[in-house]
């Protein structure tokens, strides 16, 4: 069964720092997320993106977060200056279609460790 | 805004009995609600879901309830096993495509 990848499984970087996390949605799919998932909290929606662009962004994903879909294949989410509030485990997750014709499927997700 | 909340937190139950999780939700255009189960250190896996035009479904020993005029919806175990512990998200679709969480029950099933 196809499955969302995601790269690397954990990443731990300095405040302050930049850092890109990597998935690679289900092929045929065309709704693309990222999500968060503070240690012991509910998963937070952060962005969706279709047609290589947003469709819609939560408070949580400001100006220091962007999403970009460089080739056909992967979709990466990057933190321009980590902070400590930023430690997290991100799942990215992907969809057929709108409308939810299709289950959401989600990666592994990346622990994300700022310090 | 749009919001998902349930209940219990936490559920202790006896291996064989019935465990019953509760969702109720604000955006009255929801009209899809999955159910996750969160195992330790991993990705929240699809259990069952359930669109707006049905009221209820089943899949063995798990089954979802939806009351849109009250805007909840439930998940039902029966028979439960110690497999059956984790921690279980609902959800319901909101905005553009996106799905809205509930915070969480973890489930514990004693042997």
């Known amino acids: 069964e196809p499955e969302v990848t995601q790269t690397p499984s954990h990443q731990v970087t300095q405040m302050g720092q930049e850092v890109i996390l990597r998935c690679v949605p289900i092929?045929?799919?065309?709704?693309f997320y990222w999500y968060r998932q503070i240690l012991g909290q509910k998963v937070e929606f952060l962005v969706s993106?279709?047609?290589?662009?947003?469709?819609?962004k939560s408070e949580i994903f400001d100006d220091q977060f962007s999403v970009e879909r460089p080739d056909g294949s992967n979709f990466t989410l990057k933190i321009r200056s980590t902070k400590l509030e930023d430690s997290a485990m991100y799942f990215c997750?992907?969809?057929?279609?709108?409308?939810?014709?299709?289950?959401?499927?989600f990666g592994n997700g990346t622990r994300l460790t700022v310090t | 805004g749009e919001n998902v909340e349930q209940h219990p937190s936490t559920l202790s139950v006896q291996e064989g009995d019935s465990a019953v999780i509760k969702c109720t939700y604000s955006d009255s255009a929801s009209n899809y609600f999955p159910w996750y189960k969160q195992e330790l250190g991993k990705r929240p896996q699809l259990i069952i879901d359930?669109?707006?035009?049905?009221g209820e479904k089943k899949d063995q020993r798990i089954a979802v309830t939806l009351n849109k005029t009250a805007k909840h919806f439930s998940l039902h175990i029966t028979e439960t096993q110690p497999e059956d512990s984790a921690v279980y998200f609902c959800?319901?679709?909101?905005?553009?495509?996106?799905?809205?969480f509930g915070a969480g029950t973890r489930l514990a099933v004693h042997p």
């Open positions: 997750a992907s969809m057929t279609s709108g409308a939810y014709n299709s289950p959401l499927h």
């Open positions: 359930i669109r707006s035009n049905v």
């Open positions: 993106f279709y047609n290589n662009e947003i469709s819609e």
């Open positions: 092929s045929n799919h065309l709704y």
């Open positions: 959800a319901a679709s909101g905005g553009y495509n996106k799905l809205i």
